[in-house]
């Protein structure tokens, strides 16, 4: 997640907000995919750390995150550029090229 020092010291409540609903998006489709959600972890450095069985799971809740914090804090600053990446790296040993650049394509107009 990528955010300024000066976002953060606008609302704070309202960033920890974000943080903890984008890191409980990725914890909770883990679970619901059957995946083992080993750490969540809300503070300087966040991060949900998360076993997937398969990269179609690794890339829905990569995206997770980002959507939970969305539909919870919709003018929230955080990016989730890493999520992102890791979706379609994710998506890289499940479609072929072309459909990889359509689905990267969609998640930059996403962004």
């Known amino acids: 997640m990528n955010t300024s020092s000066n976002q953060l010291e606008k609302n704070p409540a309202s960033d920890a907000e974000a943080v903890a609903f984008h890191e409980a998006g990725h914890a909770v489709v883990a679970l619901a995919l059957g995946s083992k959600v080993r750490v969540v972890e809300i503070g300087p450095r966040p ?51 072309a459909s990889l650049e359509a689905l990267k394509g969609f998640l930059d107009k996403a962004k």
């Not at 997770?64 to 990446?85: H, I, M, T, Y």
């Open 47 to 97: 991060a949900a750390h998360c076993a997937h069985r398969t990269p179609t799971n690794n890339a829905i809740t990569a995206l997770a995150g980002w959507l939970a914090e969305q539909r919870a804090c919709p003018n929230s600053p955080w990016a989730a550029d890493v999520d992102f990446e890791v979706a379609c790296d994710s998506a890289e040993h499940l479609a072929p090229a």
